[in-house]
């Protein structure tokens, strides 16, 4: 017994040695002294000495863990400032992040120069997407080529599930066990990723002529991704232009997508300003969200895109920036001298597109240097300043972390003008899509 007094004197002695000692010596103190004086009465004194040293033993690994994680927290070496995350932007009746990410790519062989091989290094853009804080990702059933067709659903599917388990995991190591880490989670809470978004397009394909056709591409794109729900459902072009008796056909089947509960909302893609219009009061009639309308939307397509953003201001949807790069040619990656390779269709565009575009792009340069952010970053966060969610292509880490850097800031209101009028005097912007609507 007088062992285990012993031990409990310097348990309370290390506690009175810092800040907490007053709340320990209010409330653990008349505990000693009264758990002392009834167990003698009680129980044999070595089951009393037993269980005193275990309560005791406890307090101490656990005020000293939490005095370490307090020193560190307060006292240790400086850390450089956390990298920012994306923000969210209201789009409809749901939230989304600030930027997204497009998958186009992912499976293109043809323009993009996809190989499975490179798998693991778009898992690593991912990953580091998904620690900032980007939830959107914007997909297609018909993203892929050839065999290839519905590979971006896929990977998106499978990246999240690991993401996932390689976060769960990574918390258990780092402190599940640990006191430190207990306190630092109190202190300094870890950080939880939003939930993934997906938001696939399909393809209104010569054959999807009835309502239930885009019901049955829904239920196969959430079958590719292993998931019960898409975040937005999107018709992935207009067929007014050339086949209109299966335009309502579509709008029926999306907004049943919706009844189904397949989806959070609903988006269309290359809709112009007069057929969304049309497709946001036939949805309103049937009581589904209009999410998002996405367009080529580009400092090279701004003659053509900004009556686009004022149409989804009325009808309460948010922008999505498809192709805020131009393919690329807004990087500064690529002169005249420097063209994509034989065989891709980008170096024929680009070989049309950059002598019209060569001011702007001086203009961009100049921009950047003055912001001291790259071209890409620059593109991009005006897209973000005129009120869209960009979602920019990833293909590798280098690229994630380029295009993250449009994040956490945003251009002064002069270099937004100044970058709207050298936009407004391309003389050869970039083309619109074919299935691009009025």
């Not at 065999?147 to 998106?156: V, Y």
């Amino acid at each position: 017994m007088t062992m285990t007094c012993c031990f409990m004197c310097n348990i309370y002695l290390f506690f009175s040695l810092f800040p907490l000692s007053r709340a320990f010596d209010t409330a653990v103190r008349p505990l000693i002294t009264t758990s002392l004086r009834f167990s003698r009465k009680r129980y044999p004194t070595h089951l009393v000495a037993m269980a005193l040293q275990t309560v005791a033993t406890i307090a101490a690994v656990f005020a000293l863990a939490l005095f370490q994680t307090t020193v560190a927290l307060n006292f240790g070496a400086p850390k450089p400032a956390a990298a920012p995350r994306a923000g969210r932007v209201q789009a409809g009746s749901t939230d989304i992040s600030s930027i997204g990410f497009g998958t186009w790519s992912w499976g293109n062989k043809v323009l993009w120069d996809y190989d499975p091989s490179a798998d693991e290094e778009i898992y690593r853009a991912y990953r580091a997407l998904r620690d900032r804080g980007v939830s959107l990702f914007d997909t297609a059933d018909s993203y892929g080529t050839l065999q290839l067709n519905g590979r971006a659903e896929i990977l998106l599917g499978e990246f999240e599930r690991r993401y996932t388990v390689e976060r769960e995991e990574s918390l258990s190591a780092g402190g599940g066990a640990s006191g430190e880490g207990l306190f630092r989670n109190i202190f300094a809470p870890t950080y939880v990723p939003p939930k993934q978004q997906v938001a696939t397009k399909f393809a209104p394909y010569p054959w999807r002529v009835t309502r239930g056709s885009m019901v049955s591409a829904a239920r196969a794109s959430l079958k590719r991704l292993d998931q019960d729900t898409l975040a937005i459902a999107q018709l992935h072009w207009s067929t007014a232009n050339y086949q209109p008796f299966q335009e309502r056909a579509l709008w029926e089947g999306i907004a049943d997508v919706y009844d189904e509960g397949l989806c959070e909302a609903v988006g269309v893609s290359n809709y112009g300003p007069v057929q969304l219009k049309k497709i946001a009061d036939y949805l309103r009639e049937r009581e589904v969200p209009l999410a998002s309308a996405q367009v080529q939307f580009s400092l090279m397509t701004y003659k053509d895109s900004m009556d686009v953003k004022d149409a989804c201001d009325e009808s309460g949807c948010r922008l999505i920036s498809y192709s805020p790069l131009c393919l690329g040619l807004l990087t500064g990656k690529y002169t005249l001298d420097n063209l994509p390779r034989q065989g891709n269709p980008r170096r024929q565009l680009f070989r049309e597109l950059l002598p019209g575009a060569q001011p702007l792009l001086t203009t961009l340069e100049a921009v950047a240097s003055d912001a001291g952010k790259t071209q890409s970053q620059v593109a991009i966060n005006w897209a973000m300043c005129k009120g869209g969610v960009p979602i920019p292509g990833v293909r590798n880490l280098a690229m994630a972390e380029e295009n993250l850097g449009a994040i956490g800031w945003s251009l002064s209101d002069a270099a937004v003008e100044e970058l709207d009028i050298a936009a407004s005097k391309v003389s050869k912007p970039m083309i619109q899509n074919i299935f691009q609507t009025k």
